[in-house]
């Protein structure tokens, strides 16, 4: 069965420092994709970032990069010089071969970013 | 660029109401799904569609109905609302694949009294 793990329900970080939040993931599927959703208090999932499983680069989007460790079985979301807009719930995600197509979550990091 | 529109934003029921969440994508997406996020647990998905006429059965399907007469609408009903039921409700659409960014509504927060 596939799992998505995140150890930290809730973490802090000064503003303009870089934050690293942990996602380890579970699956038997050889082929799988990774993301990462953001979810502000106004409740709305907001795609941030994806890393497929064959990529050999770590993906990156803006302030955002993932972490990607396929050994490990890892897909860490680092963000660069945190802003206050960051503070949000932050959900890892995985989708396999499975022919539903769904989407395995994780239970989510609430991230506050401090002034 | 409507994207995924979800309505309600809000509802509250009674046990053993029934009432139809409404779905709908301007994006020609094949894919859809409904999900329920549910504190401390992430999203479950509920029920799913790879096209018109084609839906099945998620992780937590029990009490929900669907179906998808077209591309872009992919309604959820509950037959017999129970309190278990409250949560937040999200639609998603997308193409189907792995590696595909799913978009998503901005929810449905229903409160079964």
Same mark, same amino acid.
């Given at each position: ?17 870089? @934050? ?7 699956? %038997?599927?050889? *082929? ?9 208090? %106004? ?34 979301? @680092? ?19 499975? %022919? ?6 994780? *239970?989510?990091?609430?991230?506050? @970013?401090?002034? | 660029? $409507? ?40 999203? +479950? ?36 609302? $129970? ?18 960014? $799913? ?5 449905? +927060?229903?409160?079964?009294?």
């Amino acid at each position: 069965a596939q799992k998505i793990t995140q150890t930290q329900p809730g973490m802090f970080v000064q503003e303009k420092e870089a @934050v690293t939040l942990d996602c380890t993931y579970d699956t %038997s599927d050889q *082929s799988y994709g990774l993301f990462w959703y953001k979810q502000p208090s %106004s409740g709305e999932m907001i795609f941030l970032i994806y890393q497929g499983s064959y990529d050999e680069q770590n993906a990156t989007e803006g302030r955002y990069s993932l972490n990607f460790q396929k050994a490990r079985k890892s897909a860490n979301l @680092v963000i660069s010089a945190s802003q206050l807009g960051d503070s949000a719930m932050y959900f890892c995600a995985m989708r396999g071969m499975d %022919s539903s197509y769904k989407l395995i979550f994780g *239970s989510g990091t609430r991230l506050l @970013v401090r002034p | 660029n $409507a994207g995924v529109t979800q309505t309600p934003k809000f509802q509250v029921l009674k046990t053993g109401q029934s009432m139809t969440l409404q779905c709908a994508q301007d994006m020609n997406h094949e894919y859809m799904s409904w999900y329920r996020q549910d504190p401390g647990m992430g999203l +479950r998905l509920i029920h799913y569609s790879v096209g018109a006429g084609i839906t099945d059965q998620g992780e937590v399907p029990n009490g929900y109905n669907v179906s998808r007469s077209t591309t872009e609408d992919f309604p959820l009903r509950l037959l017999s609302a $129970a309190p278990s039921q409250t949560s937040v409700y999200f639609c998603a659409s997308s193409y189907p694949g792995q590696n595909t960014e $799913a978009f998503f509504g901005q929810g449905t +927060r229903l409160t079964v009294v």
